[in-house]
């Protein structure tokens, strides 16, 4: 399985981005993925998880009704809306799908 992350960048506070993971080399539909972050000189943490039928979401409470995980079948890809955006939100983001991680994605979020 390979994991290709994209859509990050600078943003403004209070903006949005929308980031992408494409998947590829496996069942797409038996995979629960997650998207977590590591912000400079901190530990990478959870952000969010999406179940394998995609009816199940869990979020970080720091992310909480700002951010929106959702999977797309047809493109094999999962998706974080990311709304709201403040400069705690500043980190590499990558996805996860049992095990195997994602390149990352830088995402700044500054004034």
């Known amino acids: 399985v390979q994991l290709q992350a994209s859509g990050g960048g600078l943003v403004q506070p209070g903006g949005s981005l929308r980031l992408s993971c494409q998947f590829s080399?496996?069942?797409?539909?038996?995979?629960?993925l997650g998207w977590f972050r590591q912000a400079p000189g901190k530990e990478r943490e959870f952000v969010a998880k999406?179940?394998?039928?995609?009816?199940?979401?869990a979020y970080a409470d720091s992310v909480k009704g700002r951010f929106t995980i959702s999977k797309d079948y047809a493109k094999t890809t999962v998706f974080l809306q990311m709304n709201n955006l403040s400069p705690e939100d500043t980190a590499v983001y990558y996805c996860?799908?049992?095990?195997?991680w994602g390149q990352g994605t830088l995402v700044t979020v500054s004034s």
């Open positions: 999406v179940s394998t039928s995609g009816g199940s979401t």
């Open positions: 996860n799908g049992y095990g195997t």
């Open positions: 080399g496996g069942a797409f539909k038996t995979y629960e």
